[in-house]
């Protein structure tokens, strides 16, 4: 489960960098919908929102690794 919230979280957040560049290079075109990019970044930036959003994503991540941490028997 940590595995896939860090695999979501980290891909999602790629792809939503990768295609705000890809709209920063088309400049001004980029951003109107006669272009592809428009559409990659707006297709883009749902995936940090469903199928649970990076910080629900996060805090997966968080209380895995503290569970893991407190079976080892870890002192804080
Ligand atoms: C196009 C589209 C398709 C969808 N398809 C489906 C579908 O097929 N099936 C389905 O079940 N749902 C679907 N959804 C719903 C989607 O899963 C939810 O929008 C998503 O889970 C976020 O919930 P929310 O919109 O209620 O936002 P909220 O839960 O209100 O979150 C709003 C913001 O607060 C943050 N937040 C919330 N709780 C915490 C917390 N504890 N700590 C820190 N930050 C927090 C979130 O990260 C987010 O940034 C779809 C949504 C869209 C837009």
Redesign the pocket.
């Known amino acids: 489960m940590r595995k896939a919230a860090a695999a979501k979280l980290f891909s999602t957040e790629t792809c939503g960098r990768v295609a705000d560049r890809c709209v920063q290079i088309y400049g001004g075109a980029g951003y109107l919908a006669e272009y592809p990019a428009e559409r990659f970044f707006r297709d883009a930036r749902?995936l940090r929102?469903?199928?649970?959003?990076?910080?629900?994503m996060q805090?997966q991540i968080a209380k895995h690794l503290l569970r893991e941490f407190e079976r080892e028997g870890a002192v804080w």
């Open positions: 749902i929102i469903y199928e649970g959003t990076s910080q629900i805090l």
